[in-house]
């Protein structure tokens, strides 16, 4: 079978490099390149080299529009202002995109079903298996509890990462809102500080911690009266993330245009 050749947008970023070097130990997978942010000093440098796999002799280049066009599929964990720029790009090249950028905002989320409307696009804030069975799992002790159990939602991430809470911990609580039959806008209560009064029923709590090079701890906690249930998943390393990015890409591939999430290329 023909390889799958696979672009990747912000090569130069932590995952974007973790990406090149997955792509390329993956049978089935090709690089076909990888693009940073215009203008930046990589620009020109070996594309392997850079995520620390040898010399893969591509150079990085700054054309998505280049990349997308040499590309079967393409990734893109960037910048929000930057993945919406690439989503409407991919579906005027009629190309596939998964996208892991997180913190989109509606109006960048809306911009991205347009795109599915054209083309297969993957969107998921968290691409690791473990994640994504977290989420059925506390969709799952949501629906059994009821809402007397208050749900509070932590994490931690490196110090570098720049949206808060994680596109992870908002999926969380979207898992367990819908399982409650609310919508997350309604119940979220997004950090505490000062007087804030007592805690609202039914409320969905969120709390961010940053630090060091933490690549990203989740932690669900059901509280009871007299009993807690907690749920915990700990990534120690993001080349999960990059694994099941590249599974989402050849997944992708020959799908009809539409918004797919990690639970159609996992089956769950
Ligand atoms: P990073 O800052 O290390 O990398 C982002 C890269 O994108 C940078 O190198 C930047 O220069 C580049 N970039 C910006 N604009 C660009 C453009 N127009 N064209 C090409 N490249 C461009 O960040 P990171 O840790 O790699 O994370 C990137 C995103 O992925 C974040 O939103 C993060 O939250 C998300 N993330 C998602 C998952 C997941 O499982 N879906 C896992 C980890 C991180």
Redesign the pocket.
């Given at each position: 079978m023909a390889e799958t050749r696979i672009g990747v947008?912000?090569?130069?970023?932590?995952?974007?490099r973790m990406l090149v070097a997955d792509i390329v130990a993956t049978e089935g997978c090709a690089l076909a390149g990888g693009?940073?942010?215009?203008g930046?000093a990589c620009i020109g440098q070996d594309i392997g080299e850079l995520a620390g796999v040898g010399r893969l002799g591509i150079a990085v280049g700054e054309s998505?529009d280049q990349l997308l066009r040499n590309s079967d599929v393409a990734v893109d964990?960037?910048?929000?202002a930057?993945t919406a720029?690439?989503a409407a790009l991919a579906a005027s090249l009629g190309k596939p995109i998964v996208i892991?950028?997180?913190?989109l905002s509606a109006a960048e989320e809306s911009e991205v079903r347009a795109a599915a409307a054209k083309i297969p696009v993957v969107l998921?804030?968290?691409?690791?298996l473990g994640i994504n069975l977290l989420l059925g799992l506390v969709a799952q002790v949501a629906q059994r509890l009821g809402p007397d159990w208050d749900i509070e939602i932590v994490e931690m991430h490196h110090k570098?990462?720049?949206?808060s809470p994680?596109?992870?911990a908002l999926a969380l609580g979207r898992a367990a809102a819908a399982a409650r039959g609310v919508s997350l806008e309604e119940v979220a209560v997004r950090g505490r500080d000062g007087i804030t009064g007592p805690r609202p029923p039914g409320a969905i709590g969120f709390a961010a911690l940053r630090g060091g090079d933490a690549v990203?701890d989740h932690h669900v906690v059901f509280a009871g009266a007299g009993e807690r249930l907690e749920l915990v998943h700990r990534a120690t390393n993001?080349a999960i993330?990059a694994k099941?990015?590249v599974r989402a890409a050849l997944w992708l591939k020959g799908q009809p245009a539409g918004l797919y999430g990690m639970k159609e290329v996992l089956g769950l």
């Open positions: 947008i912000g090569c130069a970023g932590r995952m974007g693009v940073a942010r215009p930046a998505a964990f960037t910048t929000v930057a720029e690439h892991g950028t997180t913190g998921a804030a968290n691409t690791s570098g990462k720049v949206d994680s596109g992870t990203g993001r993330y099941g990015a």
